[in-house]
């Protein structure tokens, strides 16, 4: 049996929708799509990774989101809504600890685009000569500044958290959101105004046939799908639970979505290609090409304080509104759960977010290490739990008739229901396969560590929710012969 709380409700569908971009819109867009395309050969990736967005995220995204507002719910309470009380509520309770997980190291990367937009602030990139790869490599090897800058975004994330879903996360995506829009096209502008500019844009939109013919090319397209969209993280669950029952899924929270997470992703390439041509970086400098050579890039060109400013605080609120979502799922299951006030869930959630991202903000391997598991296998594991959830356990075609449709301006067809019953969770078995074929020559100790990990945590998810459920039933029937 499930207990609905009182809960609030988005304000408006405006800021229901730049609460879901920025959920979206966070490292995945303004980081690793720019790098990750210049690896993958520019226009051919972006061609893959449209296709696959279309296609798999966005019929994704409208079953998760209508799910939770079908049941208004957080991730528990979702699950044993749907699977009763017994054991299989466990399954909830595995993408809940991926999604803390998650946020564990997530937190340590919103403290470096604070760090950067710091420096960005106190004009450190314009200074004569500076060398920013020796600032990188210092941040890099200071444990002790790392893990502050983790503590001040998690208190960042706390603060906001405290005020509510209309009051924090509606109200702070509502001004970023658009802050960033501006922000990158101001860039994008600056940046085709520079010599050599526009082989940038002949990279990135010209298409290498070959690219496509490649199977890693698609692989790779269809993770940043996932990972820019949060797919199967719970977040459009919970995001979803706060929506009206009348509001529209299909455009809210499926094109619209796609197609904000699409145009962040492409002023990303815009305001970072034509710098990166015009300077002689290499579109293939991985990871480091924003704290490493944009960096050094906006410091040789004229105005370099401003576009260093608008790109880092910019990258800031992206991951700063990510934050938001990654950690509201866990409040919100808290919150449910434990029957307590949102206050309390806030600082229990976020407290414990704080102490398990201290390893990761004090060792790049630790990071790495968790980023490398949930990346290959844990993100698409839990996508795969909700979309067989939605597709055969709840029932597809009766999600898509109650909730998915209901109230909705563009009507979604049967078509949708094969997609999530067999097109995405084989997918994602598929993902997983060829993770482990393609790593367990190259990383074997951390492959087979990350499956055991992975193995033993469902069975145990499920015995630690069977009987947790069986407390809750046998304390109702005491209670009843008491009272």
């Known amino acids: 049996m499930t207990t609905t709380i009182a809960r609030e409700q988005w304000g408006s569908r405006f800021g229901y929708l730049m609460a879901v971009i920025g959920a979206m819109v966070g490292a995945g867009n303004i980081w690793r799509m720019p790098y990750v395309t210049g690896e993958n050969g520019g226009g051919a990736f972006l061609i893959a990774y449209f ?6 995220a966005v019929p994704g995204l409208m079953g998760e989101t209508s799910l939770g507002r079908y049941t208004r719910q957080g991730l528990i309470g979702t699950f044993r809504r749907i699977y009763g009380n017994n054991r299989l509520v466990g399954l909830g309770l595995v993408i809940l600890i991926f999604n803390i997980v998650l946020m564990s190291y997530y937190s340590s990367i919103v403290g470096w685009s604070i760090y950067y937009a710091y420096h960005a602030l106190i004009g450190t990139f314009t200074q004569t000569a500076f060398d920013t790869a020796a600032l990188w490599q210092s941040f890099s090897q200071n444990t002790a500044l790392n893990v502050g800058m983790h503590s001040i975004a998690m208190l960042m994330v706390t603060g906001i958290l405290l005020f509510g879903i209309k009051g924090g996360i509606e109200r702070l995506a509502k001004w970023m959101m658009p ?13 085709l105004t520079l010599p050599g500019a526009l082989a940038g844009l002949e990279f990135s939109f010209s298409p290498n046939w070959e690219y496509l013919a490649r199977g890693e090319t698609w692989l790779a397209a269809l993770g940043q799908a996932l990972f820019s969209t949060g797919l199967g993280w719970g977040i459009a669950l919970t995001y979803g639970s706060y929506l009206g029952r009348n509001d529209d899924i299909p455009l809210g929270g499926g094109v619209f979505t796609a197609i904000g997470n699409t145009s962040f992703g492409l002023l990303a390439v815009f305001a970072v290609f034509p710098i990166v041509f015009a300077f002689g970086i290499s579109p293939t400098s991985g990871p480091e090409l924003a704290f490493v050579a944009l960096a050094s890039a906006f410091g040789s060109m004229t105005g370099g304080y401003v576009w260093a400013l608008l790109f880092f605080m910019g990258f800031f609120f992206a991951n700063l509104t990510t934050a938001l979502a990654i950690t509201e799922v866990g409040v919100t299951t808290y919150r449910e759960e434990r029957k307590t006030p949102r206050t309390r869930a806030v600082l229990a959630i976020c407290g414990l977010i704080w102490l398990l991202g201290i390893p990761s903000a004090m060792n790049a391997d630790i990071l790495g290490y968790l980023d490398f ?6 993100l698409p594991l839990a996508t795969f739990i909700i979309m ?20 909705a301006d563009l009507y979604v067809p049967s078509i949708w229901e094969a997609t999530v019953r067999y097109q995405i969770p084989l997918i994602m078995l598929g993902i997983m396969a060829y993770f482990l074929y393609s790593n367990l020559g190259d990383a074997p100790l951390k492959t087979v560590s990350g499956l055991v990990v992975l193995t033993l945590m469902i069975p145990l998810c499920m015995a630690i929710m069977g009987r947790y459920e069986e407390r809750q039933a046998t304390g109702k029937v005491v209670g009843g012969q008491v009272s």
């Open 51 to 56: 296709v696959l967005l279309y296609l798999i």
């Open 179 to 191: 802050t960033l829009t501006v922000a990158l096209i101001a860039i994008a502008i600056r940046g």
């Open 373 to 378: 598991v949930l990346g290959n296998w844990g």
């Open 388 to 407: 067989v959830t939605i597709g055969w356990k709840f029932d597809a075609n009766r999600l898509r008739v109650l909730s998915l449709n209901r109230g």
